[in-house]
């Protein structure tokens, strides 16, 4: 909304380039009219789907979920890289977690996990298959993504292609043991 807003106003005002109304809705105090700087700076702050506050919540919930799924890595003593160790390496596209010694479940073999604190339907899915998993993939191998609130089921089409989905954090992985002879 203050986006349409500040395009209409400004193009009777001046012929203001995209990225300077871009750098004003990012900044409303750049804007020279005060009462709409104050408009477009309320709207922005009060919208509830895509303003500052909801994705510093979204950031929040992801984060707590990927500190959940560390707890329950280091509890069932996975040896594993997270993101900030792998950038660290040089990587630029990471998963949330790379199993150093790979794990089996439901009979695929795990490389990676991704947690996602997010419901996965048809369209969010297809675009993190293209913008992440699928490179994931090609350079991992096989991996496992938890959606934390769900999925729809028949999302989960490549498991034989090696990407499995999952609700929660599985309890029937199976581990490379060593036995004493």
Same mark, same amino acid.
């Given at each position: 909304?203050?986006?349409?807003?500040?395009?209409?106003?400004?193009?009777?005002?001046?012929?203001?380039?995209?990225?300077?109304?871009?750098?004003?809705?990012?900044?409303?105090?750049?804007?020279?009219?005060?009462?709409?700087?104050?408009?477009?700076? *309320?709207?922005? =702050?009060?919208?509830?789907?895509?303003?500052?506050?909801?994705?510093?919540? +979204?950031?929040?919930? !992801?984060? @707590?979920?990927?500190?959940?799924?560390?707890?329950?890595?280091?509890?069932?003593?996975?040896?594993?890289?997270?993101?900030?160790?792998?950038?660290?390496?040089?990587?630029?596209?990471?998963?949330?977690?790379?199993? *150093?010694?790979? =794990?089996?479940?439901?009979?695929?073999?795990?490389?990676?996990?991704?947690? +996602?604190?997010?419901? !996965?339907? @048809?369209?969010?899915?297809?675009?993190?298959?293209?913008?992440?998993?699928?490179?994931?993939?090609?350079?991992?191998?096989?991996?496992?993504?938890?959606?934390?609130?769900?999925?729809?089921?028949?999302?989960?089409?490549?498991?034989?292609?090696?990407?499995?989905?999952?609700?929660?954090?599985?309890?029937?992985?199976?581990?490379?043991?060593?036995?004493?002879?």
């Amino acid at each position: 909304m203050p986006n349409i807003i500040l395009r209409k106003r400004l193009k009777v005002i001046t012929r203001a380039s995209k990225s300077v109304i871009n750098s004003m809705l990012r900044d409303p105090s750049q804007i020279p009219d005060g009462v709409l700087a104050n408009q477009v700076y *309320q709207c922005i =702050v009060n919208d509830c789907c895509y303003g500052p506050l909801v994705d510093c919540i +979204k950031h929040a919930i !992801g984060h @707590e979920h990927e500190v959940l799924l560390r707890d329950l890595l280091l509890e069932k003593n996975l040896s594993f890289l997270d993101e900030d160790q792998l950038r660290a390496k040089g990587y630029d596209k990471t998963p949330d977690f790379i199993l *150093q010694v790979p =794990v089996a479940v439901e009979g695929h073999i795990i490389h990676w996990i991704e947690s +996602k604190a997010s419901f !996965g339907d @048809e369209c969010s899915h297809h675009a993190y298959l293209h913008d992440q998993f699928w490179s994931y993939w090609n350079r991992f191998g096989p991996g496992l993504v938890i959606y934390w609130y769900g999925f729809i089921q028949e999302l989960d089409c490549n498991r034989e292609r090696g990407i499995l989905l999952q609700a929660c954090f599985p309890t029937n992985i199976v581990t490379l043991c060593h036995s004493t002879a």
